[in-house]
DNA sequence: GTCGGATATGACATCGTTCCCACATCGGAT
DNA sequence: ATCCGATGTGGGAACGATGTCATATCCGAC
């Protein structure tokens, strides 16, 4: 509490290095040298400048030294919803490979809408980010950001394919798999519940669906293929649309865990029995799909690594920055669960 | 592609101010005024500067502007574990209040690691981020915080009451809440499964489930309060010890969504019915826990605004360093699902 | 015709670092 | 004695923004 020196030091003045050299009686460029270890520093003076920069609590200002370097530590992360335990699981990822390789993450949840990721790819812009890695609602983020220097690499989904770094996981074989898995089943009446097909998993999905159901002998029903808004309430909706009409499928496979939830409510509201009824089969293993029962079966991606592969290829991006893009492919696994069976007997 | 002027900008350079002033034909200063709208700028310069910045994409540097004016509009979010629902939650309410602010948010996950905490903050500090909020895993993140001049909000849990804000949920209350619904049932052997006493979080949810019991005349039975480990493979091993063992608990309140989905598994494996052999509550309603049937009856608290309304706090701080330090309480409450009834008669 | 306020703009120091350069000292070789 | 490389250290100019201050011009009032 007691003011030291002519400066008005007073309450508390964040130590800045002149105040290390001060204290070690030496010049700031000296006391660089020895925190950074670059460039000259004698044994005994080292350990001068260290013990003052302990004693005064001092931390070097991330700001000036990247005005200065300009070259941040910092990573940008864009995710469209931290609440669906995906994005969560990929954000942690993200945060644990960014913490390994000595960055700071600045994470900003996009709410799926175009407006807020522009503005949090602005602010990544500002604050001068060594790369940012986004799970794309438009192509415009990767442009934006990519003309402004910044390296990106798009997770989960791509929207420029080609000239940024993408890493995703095998959605046409993991469709593939899940739709087999309920045609050899025996089942013949196959809906799909899918939010878009715009975006490469939507479209992905779509495809292995339709893959499958050929590979199996069968013709696609475009009447089995449900366009949901991308919420629980609106899968919920046209589940119990789809369920109470006629001729309703003996198998349902819901293109991600939102899906598979509203869906599986509605087949609890209905009061069918999984698999007895109607089998289900979701892309994405939510954490509630183990704990239910009968517990669904899903596509399961390793969604931490997914968020820390893509760290991992941004890290090398920003190393190599005129290197040819790449994607990533990350491999998927069916988890038999008690969802799916053979179909109800006529 | 082509270069431009003498200055080799070449590929691309970020503009900066001056390439702005440059183009609008007026100084630094003025590009300045112009831009933040602080100070002078006529009408029709403003117009020839805002556009020329529009021109060539001019993103002012948030760090110059940072080391400049000595505060930035970034605020450290430091949480357990975003692959728990509950941090997840708290995390999402947290950002989108930090943008509404006007606050980018850098985001560490700290996996229940007091190491991992530490350093997370001392890159806090050398952002100087205006302010952090923090689910703490021990009272050395405030302290050190705060000690460099950094405003501090805890979050779910408060190491520094009295010197640092914290907003939390009415620990004792819902505790209460949760024993007094089994003791209302006629349950007597109510077992507590809880993994820590020492946080305010652990401590008041086993304050209040002591009081509950005292208040339905019960004696509470130290041998059916479980300390678990923190993980869900350690409650359910401890679940599975106790519901095998003799004289088991009819009713169990689990005092996390951690610990109940341990206890939830181990009832099922051992083939017990809920609500018939045993009833369950929860604190804390993770999104399982309306999915499984029966649906587990829950003490919810409302996660999203815990973190909104912890940014909000900090930044009153932020405005007022010198106020007096608040504890802001917010509401939960029970929502009874179907996994609690009487007990099993004799 | 000069004064004074309003209106506008630019020069320049500054924030906390880094790092290029100049410079100092020293021991040993010529 | 002089020169040289090796070993250290400090001075000072950046990095990109902001904001204070000085200054320039104009207009109306005395």
């Known amino acids: 509490m007691t003011t030291e020196g002519r400066a008005p030091l007073g309450r508390s003045r964040r130590p800045t290095i002149k105040d290390v050299a001060e204290a070690a009686g030496v010049s700031r460029s000296t006391v660089s040298r020895a925190l950074t270890g670059r460039g000259y520093a004698a044994g005994e003076v080292r350990e001068r400048v260290l013990r003052a920069a302990a004693e005064l609590g001092y931390v070097p200002d991330a700001m000036a030294r990247t005005l200065k370097q300009q070259v941040s530590r910092s990573v940008g992360v864009l995710v469209s919803d931290l609440r669906n335990p995906f994005y969560a699981e990929l954000a942690a990822g993200a945060s644990r490979e960014a913490r390994e390789r000595g960055y700071t993450m600045v994470l900003a949840d996009t709410s799926l809408s175009a407006e807020a990721e522009s503005e949090a790819a602005e602010a990544l812009v500002a604050l001068r980010v060594a790369g940012v890695i986004v799970t794309p609602n438009s ?145 994405d293993d939510a954490p509630w799909m183990s704990m239910v029962s009968p517990g669904v079966s899903a596509v399961a991606q390793d969604t931490f690594n997914l968020g820390a592969t893509a760290v991992r290829r941004l890290h090398e991006r920003i190393a190599l920055p005129e290197a040819d893009s790449v994607t990533t492919v990350l491999n998927v696994r069916l988890v038999e669960r008690e969802s799916t069976a053979h179909p109800p007997a006529l």
Chains 1, 2 share one sequence.
Do not use: C, K
């Open 139 to 283: 192509s415009a983020v990767s442009t934006y950001l990519s003309s402004h220097g910044i390296p990106v690499v798009e997770v989960d989904r791509q929207f420029a394919a080609g000239s940024t770094d993408g890493v995703v996981v095998g959605n046409r074989v993991g469709a593939r798999l899940a739709t087999s898995h309920l045609v050899g089943l025996g089942h013949r009446r196959i809906a799909l519940f899918i939010d878009e097909t715009d975006w490469t998993t939507g479209y992905e999905r779509h495809q292995g669906y339709l893959e499958a159901l050929a590979a199996g002998g069968l013709t696609a029903d475009p009447g089995l293929v449900v366009s949901s808004g991308w919420d629980v309430a609106d899968s919920r909706r046209r589940a119990l649309d789809m369920l109470r009409g006629p001729d309703r499928p003996t198998a349902v496979f819901a293109a991600n865990n939102v899906l598979a939830e509203g869906v599986w409510r509605a087949i609890g509201e209905l009061g069918l029995g999984v698999p007895g009824d109607i089998s289900l089969v979701a892309f």
